[in-house]
Every structure is written in C-alpha cells, then in structure tokens.
T-cell receptor, first 113, second 114 residues
C-alpha cells in the first residue's frame, strides 16, 4: 500500500499550458517536501511545507499544503520544456522517530515545445 | 554551495561479492540517510544516522550494514550481493534530526550486480 498517492502518474502537455500535480494521503505529515529528479540523478529539493494551509511560490511553481496536512499540490503556470522531469512528493510522519521520508510514486512531466 | 558527495558514481559487481558505498554530507550537516531506488520506483528508506548513532531503520536487508564516522561521512556496506540489489543508492543529509529538517540528496551510486 502506497502511503502517498501521487496523480497523475504521467502528464504530457504543450508549452504554455498550466498543470497541477496532486499528492494525497490518509496520514498526517509533519512536513512535506517536493523534489524534481532527472534520470539517473538525485532528487533536487524544490520546497518544504510544514504548516497546514501553507502556500509557497517559487517563480512559476506554487505549492500548497492541505489544512489537515494530509495532502499537497504543485501547480505550474505556463509550463516550459525545461520543466520536464519527474516530480516527487515526500512526507515525514508525525511523532516517534519517523524522520525518514516516504515518497510518492512520482509524476513524470513532459512539456513539448 | 557544497552538495552531498557520493562515491563511486557507478559500480559493477558480481553476485555474492561485496560493495562499499560512501557518502560525504553537506558541511555542518550531522544527519545522513540512505535510500534505495529500483528502476521505475520511488526511493525507499534504508537507514539513517544522527551524530554517529543509528537513528532509524527501514527496509534494509541483514546483508547490508552502515555506519557514520567521526567526520560525519557514512558508508553503506553490502555483502553477498544479489541481482535484486541492482539499483540507485542515494544518500541524503540534513542539519539536525527532525521531521522538519530538509533532506538534500546526493547524485547517487548506480550499482549493477551481474
């Protein structure tokens, strides 16, 4: 059972379009991190959200943490070919010694010129 | 800015051989995490260390062991390698141990077991 469900799994869009990637769970997370990963490379941290309802913007990327800290979304405005890549959400659980990150399966985004 | 360094970047081994992967965290980071990512899979947590002590353990086989040294670098030792161990192995580091602490990943070591 996947603790973090990411959707869609694959997304192919044209340059200039907008898109939203979702990360959902029935569990509460202390924090949620979004990464972007290129083939054969390590995940690169984009943002960390820790407060329910928090919204963070990074240029054309907008990240939101759900009020109950169980879900998150990534919205990209006017996508560009350089945005192509695998986007991963990863959460750290509340309580105990659960500092490990639990990852979603990822969303493979392709932006066509 | 300095990033997490992993070596080697690529490693080819035969079945039943041993392998040692090294990780050098970002300067002043005291926590190291190891993850395994199979082909087309998301990274799976193996083990973590904080101030040279094991802090958490995930789905790490008994054939694998790891430690963190006084300079905070970490090594993942893998013995009796199996074909299924072929994967990307990532090390991540953070400052402090906590669910709010951001983890920064290295470029990974691609292990191929023949």
């Amino acid at each position: 059972t996947q603790l973090l469900e990411q959707s869609p799994q694959f997304l192919s869009i044209q340059e200039g379009e907008n898109l939203t990637v979702y990360c959902n769970s029935s569990s509460v997370f202390s924090s949620l991190q979004w990464y972007r990963q290129e083939p054969g490379e390590g995940p690169v941290l984009l943002v960390t959200v820790v407060t329910g309802g928090e919204v963070k913007k990074l240029k054309r990327l907008t990240f939101q943490f759900g009020d109950a800290r169980k879900d998150s979304s990534l919205h990209i405005t006017a996508a560009q070919p350089g945005d192509t890549g695998l986007y991963l959400c990863a959460g750290a659980m509340s309580g105990g010694s659960n500092y490990k990150l639990t990852f979603g399966k990822g969303t493979l985004l392709t932006v066509n010129p | 800015a300095a990033g997490v360094i992993q070596s080697p970047r690529h490693l080819i081994k035969e079945k039943r051989e041993t392998a040692t992967l090294k990780c050098y965290p970002i300067p002043r980071h005291d926590t190291v995490y190891w993850y395994q990512q199979g082909p087309g899979q998301d990274p799976q947590f193996l083990i973590s260390f904080y101030e040279k002590m094991q802090s958490d353990k995930g789905s790490i086989p008994d054939r694998f062991s790891a430690q963190q040294f006084s300079d905070y670098h970490s090594e993942l030792n893998m013995s009796s390698l199996e074909l299924g161990d072929s994967a990307l192995y990532f090390c991540a580091s953070s400052w402090g141990l906590g669910s709010y602490n951001e983890q920064f990943f290295g470029p990974g070591t691609r292990l191929t077991v023949l």
